[in-house]
């Protein structure tokens, strides 16, 4: 923390959401928050500024050139030296993509490439806007920097239709900035999980073939990041197992990085009997090559035949020496959702809780941002989850623990 209180930076941008900023100000400052306001020129249009002046208690910083308070410095990086985090809400379409390309043309844009704090940002627009590719390239590659997305919400739109773009509610952005600002307790009646140790695993696995390449699959490892985020949001201790990805975990997670099924299945062999909820979403490859080869193999006019073994199971093999008290969520991707077959599944892995989700469907499921499910139990209860950010649904996997579980105690 750079003062006696934690300091953040709010970017407001040109979207409708704008006027749900002035919220924020005013939940923030509760929080006990010194919040700055800077607002690129197009939000003047949404967002009244002498309110937010009067909210936050100071002015409105519009101006890159305009020296203001502590002229004589450079004004944006005077503002990034007394701020802790800078959080962009409404962040509009517009402003996702020039912080993805890195335009520095205005003060919020040369704030956010100048920053070395963690960025949060909670876009604000129209579903067309959102899941345009345009749009999902930035926010994907913008997530590969460790900038972290607070999803919008399914709802109504300034347009009048429905859909997905709402901007996060005020106590979700909160509770994403509480995460960040490790000076800010966890929210009360949100610590359902405080006291235990939750074990995660997420990503990929690429089992080598040669030194260059090697067999992985599609996950991007959202789905496990998502879980991350809603354990700690919860108030619990998390340990990430995570395959090769481009995501940053947030602070305070112990991480693991593995890339192979038998790396993976090492590292979860050690950190198991410590946890009290293992969820394993990784998309853990069933193959693997009988053996690699140490030379990169060059075209000889033969093509290449593989020879793949099986992986073990890691999910079944732990569940297998599970402790009393230990409570196991697994993940099933199927081509298609066949509830008898995934209730087999469900008590052949030996788990508590199978998260079912159907790959088909291209708006889901691997490198989404969304995803829908069928939670099932070994009783043979069948929940289904409708289509939602991956956040809203780790939550709801998280809901659907029943706790209170036995604290680890830490010991092996
Ligand atoms: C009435 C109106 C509402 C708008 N709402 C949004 C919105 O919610 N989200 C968004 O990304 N753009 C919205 N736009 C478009 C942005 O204002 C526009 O892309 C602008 O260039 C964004 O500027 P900025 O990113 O520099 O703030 C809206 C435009 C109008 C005229």
Redesign the pocket.
Known sequence: MKGASPSLLLGV?????AYKSLDLIRRLREEGVTVRVVA????RHFFPLLSAEVFSDHKVETDLFSGGEGSGRIRHLALLDSADLLLIA?A????IARLSLGVADDLLSTIALSARIPILLAP???EA?YVHPATEEHRVRLAGRGVIEIAPEEGAL?SGRSGQGRMASVERIIEAVRQNLSSLPSSSGNNALSGLHVLISSGPTYEPLDPVRFIGNRSSGRMGMALVRAAREQGARVTLVTGPTALTAPPGVDVHAVETAREMKASLDELFPSCDILVMAAAVSDYSPVSALTDKRKKNGNGWSLNLQENPDILKALAARRRPGQYLVGFAAESTLDREKLLQKCRAKGVDLLVANDISNPFTGFGSSENEALLLTPEGSCHPVSKRSKEALARIIFENIPLPRRPSDGKQ
Do not use: Q
């Open positions: 941008t040109g979207s409708i959401a690129t020129s197009n939000a409404p509009s379409a517009n402003f604000a627009m129209e806007m300034a």
